[in-house]
């Protein structure tokens, strides 16, 4: 029987997972917890491949996500990093935006070094990834890893439609219209989705203009000008700046 489109999908994500697993060790399974990682965690168990799972903690994760994580995949490593994003800004003397994301360097693309690396990446997730691939190799800041994206031609509905059909736990955030599970704050989710993060977990708000007192402070003492005099200015520019013209690319403190 000719299988549908969506069942050849789902057939080809596991060929993909069978085709490249490696001989000598685990895939190095990347996973936040998110729909797209569950998909992927749950397609590995179809192909019968061996994956050892890695969350990669940001230190501004959502509570309720780790805790689904912890829940339902407890052999999850969770992988911690040597500081924390709010020491980082005050180490960068900037905050992280959408142009200069190096929060996702620190702390997302360090792990699988040297391994085969399944990922939950989408082409349709953004413009960024079109071009991406099922199979991918990197050699990038002392990174050597080989990367596979068995859902990369997936659409949002696909994942959706699997969760569905597999009868699977997910996150209660979205059922909450989260429409995406990343850091609370993330400068990819616009404004209006900084706004909700920080309306859901007020006190992330807190330690966000804390840190961005303390990184003004160490602006000043390198002689590092901006027009910026308390932790709340900074953060209401970095919240409200994306999507104007003037401050379109939300990566600048100087003006």
């Given amino acids: ?11 080809v994500a596991i060929k993909i997972l069978q085709e490249n697993e490696p001989v000598d060790a685990p895939y190095y399974g990347a996973t936040s917890g998110g729909k797209d990682s569950i998909v992927i965690m749950r397609l590995a168990d179809m192909a019968k491949v061996n994956v050892e799972w890695h969350c990669h903690l940001t230190t501004v994760d959502p509570p309720e996500l780790l805790k ?14 040597e500081t924390t994003m709010f020491r980082l800004i005050v180490k960068k003397r ?12 620190y702390f997302k693309e360090g792990g699988g070094n040297h391994r085969i690396v399944i990922t939950g990446v989408r082409r349709k997730e953004s413009s960024k990834r079109y071009s991406r691939q099922a199979v991918e190799c990197f050699s990038r800041n002392g990174q050597n890893k080989t990367v596979i994206n ?10 959706w439609s699997f969760i569905r059909e597999q009868k699977m736990e997910y996150c209660s955030l979205y059922d909450e219209g ?9 400068p990819m989710g616009g404004t209006k989705g900084m706004e909700k993060d920080f309306e859901r977990w007020p006190y992330f708000k807190r330690l966000y203009i804390k840190a961005f007192k303390k990184m ?7 002689d590092l000008l901006t027009k ?10 970095w919240v409200n700046s994306i999507g104007k013209v003037k401050d379109d690319k939300q990566i600048s403190l100087f003006e």
């Fill in 1 to 11: 029987m000719q299988l549908g489109l969506f069942e050849q999908k789902i057939d």
């Fill in 68 to 81: 689904f994580i912890r829940k339902n995949y407890p052999y999850v490593i969770f992988d911690k990093p």
């Fill in 94 to 105: 900037m905050p992280p935006t959408r142009m200069v994301r190096y929060c996702c360097e």
């Fill in 150 to 159: 068995p859902i990369i031609d997936w659409s949002n509905n696909d994942v």
């Fill in 178 to 186: 989260f429409k995406r599970l990343g850091c609370v704050g993330c």
């Fill in 216 to 222: 003004l402070e160490n602006r000043l003492k390198d």
């Fill in 228 to 237: 910026w005099v308390s932790g709340e200015a900074v953060f209401d520019w």
